[in-house]
């Protein structure tokens, strides 16, 4: 595992070179600005009642055939490169100002952005350091509930449309104690044609920021082809791009950052396979 020379998750100085067909790599990632990315190598929470919003919890236990997931490389492979990786993302995050909701998204589909998120989430609470909240926003691709098997008690969206209806309602999340995290998922059930309330996922970003997390991570969907990031994006802090190695192209890559705003785009990460 290794990282881009003196990598920060600053855009300021980003620029994108003269081929924006170009699938992005280290070197290239490196060539277009050193301290641009933060590059992931390939493989080899408690707050309940807190503030003035009610959070009801639900313990789960990572099933054994579940530890297996490589997505989850912070918690299973702790000593590895990759989970070494994602520390370094925690820590240039940080140094942003301790961004508090942070949403994950990539510019296309399959570049990593799910596997961010969770080592993102895992890293930030590692050993109880902050409370963290994972959250899945991706109505068309839910996927962290067979990441953590189990079936979320309430759907993460159903909780949406209650709470833009009764913003004062508990919110029910599932508790995973050996990963110190909590966890708001999409039911596998769920009519995945339907689209994000934005006004609703609004309204829940404001009333979670109350219930005593440190930060609150959210796996977006994909940036370009819906409007849904930019819904989500009005409702966070920062913004991170999850970038595939030799795949992701520095035309698209350009695209999600004009898509969103460079002013909310804290940073990229470049995941390798």
């Known amino acids: 595992m290794s990282t881009t020379s003196r990598p920060s998750l600053s855009m300021t100085a980003l620029g994108l070179g003269p081929n924006p067909r170009t699938t992005l790599t280290r070197g290239s990632m490196a060539a277009i600005d ?4 933060v590059a992931i190598a390939p493989t080899d929470a408690r707050p309940a009642n807190v503030g003035t919003c009610d959070v009801q919890i639900m313990q789960h236990q990572l099933p054994r055939h579940a530890k297996s997931d490589r997505r989850l490389a912070v918690a299973l492979a702790p000593d590895s490169p990759r989970a070494a990786a994602f520390r370094v993302l925690r820590h240039h995050l940080l140094e942003l100002g301790r961004p508090q909701c942070i ?6 589909r ?3 952005k799910t596997t961010t998120a969770i080592n993102l989430a895992l890293a930030l609470s590692e050993c109880g350091r902050a409370k963290v909240l994972l959250v899945e926003a991706h109505l068309r691709r839910p996927q962290l509930s067979a990441v953590f098997e189990f079936v979320p008690p309430r759907c993460f969206v159903d909780q949406l449309i209650i709470h833009r209806k009764d913003p004062l309602a508990a919110w029910t999340f599932v508790d995973i104690p050996e990963l110190h995290l909590h966890v708001g998922a999409i039911d596998p059930k769920f009519e ?3 689209l994000l309330d934005g006004p609703a996922f609004s309204i829940a970003m404001e009333r979670l920021r109350l219930a005593g997390y440190d930060h609150i991570v959210i796996d977006a969907p994909p940036a370009l082809g819906s409007a849904d990031v930019n819904l989500m994006a009005d409702a ?11 795949r992701s192209t520095a035309r698209d890559l350009r695209a999600a950052i004009d898509q969103i705003g460079e002013r909310k785009i804290g940073g990229t990460v470049l995941v390798e396979d």
């Open 103 to 108: 949403v994950v998204s990539s510019p296309q």
């Open 192 to 194: 995945r044609g339907q």
């Open 236 to 246: 966070a802090d920062t913004v991170l791009l999850a970038l595939r190695a030799r």
């Open 110 to 112: 399959g570049d990593g």
């Open 34 to 37: 050193p301290r641009a990315t």
